[in-house]
């Protein structure tokens, strides 16, 4: 079992930036990738950015070049500094790891609102 904890979010003007963080424990060797999904009131929630164990990164086109993910395997954190925030990135932000082996797991944390104010 992976357990996820993110923080950082909040409510901030169009333009400006934030940071989430998420912290993993438990059975944090088995994560293959990490990531950043959001969802929008009467939306599915949408991939924003992933980052694989070896560093690779991908991101929705709506968020290249604003957004980026990084991450501390020592800590066992990732974090995805937000910038250029537009009114339209306004969702509740959610951490997700993948495990992949015989059987795949998804984890998600709590979620986190983000509110970008125009």
């Known amino acids: 079992q992976v357990q996820l904890v993110e923080s950082g979010g909040g409510l901030v003007q169009a333009g400006g930036s934030l940071r989430l963080s998420c912290a993993a424990s438990?059975?944090?060797?088995?994560?293959?990738?990490m990531g950043w999904y959001r969802q929008a009131p009467g939306n599915q929630r949408t991939m924003v950015a992933t980052?694989?164990?070896?560093?690779?990164?991908t991101y929705a086109d709506s968020v290249k070049g604003r957004f980026t993910i990084s991450s501390d395997n020592a800590k066992k954190k990732v974090y995805l500094q937000m910038d250029s925030l537009k009114s339209e990135d306004t969702a509740v932000y959610y951490c997700?790891?993948?495990?992949?082996?015989?059987?795949?797991?998804?984890?998600w944390g709590q979620g986190t609102q983000i509110t970008v104010s125009s």
């Open positions: 980052i694989k164990s070896d560093g690779s990164t």
């Open positions: 438990g059975n944090t060797g088995s994560i293959n990738v």
């Open positions: 997700n790891a993948n495990s992949y082996g015989s059987w795949t797991y998804v984890y």
